[in-house]
């Protein structure tokens, strides 16, 4: 049974828990710590997205850097995000309708009431759709076929697949069908931290400029009050992408690393072990306003409520 990593404390007393495995690299890839299965496959889930837009870059993809973040991202369907994804596919013929991911209602609350209040779900809407928009754009440049590009045995799909072993250092140990209906990739937390790590370190102009252009337009990549876009604002240089089930990854300036996995699936108490990783790693932050938005997430403030008010948080243990 893999540690526990964060109890769930309701005035004073542990009311769930939430198990896990968790890895924390120095700058050398060392490890700092490591607990539970690291070296057992997993599905990364979007944290994916930024190792999959390598593999278009490789594949011959040309686009500026704010589209690249919104290939990167898991977007919250904010008006912007939806426009700039629209603008990306009708520079190159294409629309909504090529798009293959499903429809789908934004992530954003107020955005997502719009979208209800108006109507039916649409694919520009659905986080991953900037990913599928650059899969398309991707083959409409190298003149590929679209109607299939999200098939595992697509040119694009295989080079993105070449992609993701290169620079995870490991073979995939599975393809499976992610929620958005692309090829989801099944490997490590070792080597997913391996291949944050190597994102913020390599000399490698396509890899250096996927982390470049996340960090450079965190709203892009997720939006507001996503926990990607709030951990990259508040701490220069970050790299971080997190996925569905639990899972997320973040990387230092310097090559330090962290990847972790929610056994349950539960994507809440994620930042705050985020958040107490970083200060193993010794993090210091930057200004008093970036302490104060870490100790927020590390607390969990706002979570566990009674009658309105905070009545606990969470309590990392490792």
Excluded at 105 to 116: D, E, F, M, T
Aim: overall charge negative; some cysteine; aromatic content about 4%.
């Amino acid at each position: 049974m893999n540690p526990t990593l964060v109890e769930v404390v309701r005035s004073g007393f542990v009311e769930s828990v939430h198990r896990g495995s968790l890895l924390i690299t120095g700058p050398g890839g060392e490890p700092v710590l490591d607990l539970g299965e690291t070296g057992v496959p997993v599905y990364p889930r979007s944290s994916n997205k930024p190792l999959q837009a390598l593999g278009m870059l490789r594949a011959g993809l040309e686009v500026d850097d704010e589209d690249l973040a919104i290939i990167c991202a898991s977007h919250n369907g904010e008006p912007e995000h939806v426009r700039r994804v629209a603008a990306l596919l009708s520079r190159y013929g294409l629309s909504e309708s090529d798009l293959r991911c499903p429809a789908d209602y934004p992530l954003h609350g107020p955005s997502r009431i719009a979208a209800i209040r108006a109507g039916e779900p649409d694919r520009l809407a659905m986080n991953c759709s900037g990913k599928h928009a650059g899969m398309l754009v991707t083959c409409v440049q190298r003149g590929w076929s679209t109607e299939d590009y999200l098939s595992p045995d697509h040119k694009l799909q295989r080079i993105i697949g070449e992609a993701v072993e290169d620079v995870i250092g490991e073979e995939i140990a599975h393809t499976g069908i992610d929620g958005c209906g692309a090829p989801l990739f099944a490997f490590s937390l070792t080597a997913l931290a391996r291949s944050f790590s190597r994102l913020v370190t390599s000399a490698d102009e396509a890899e250096q400029r996927i982390a470049s252009c996340m960090r450079a337009n965190p709203w892009l990549i997720g939006g507001t009050g996503r926990e990607d876009t709030v951990l990259m604002l508040a701490v220069e240089g970050l790299l971080a992408k997190g996925g569905a089930e639990g899972v997320h990854a973040i990387a230092l300036p310097d090559g330090s690393a962290v990847t972790v996995k929610i056994d349950d699936g539960g994507q809440r108490v994620r930042e705050a072990v985020l958040v107490t990783a970083l200060r193993r790693l010794g993090h210091t932050p930057a200004s008093e306003a970036a302490a104060s938005v870490l100790d927020g997430l590390a607390r969990g403030a706002g979570w566990v409520l009674g009658g309105g008010r905070e009545v606990g948080g969470f309590r990392v243990t490792i």
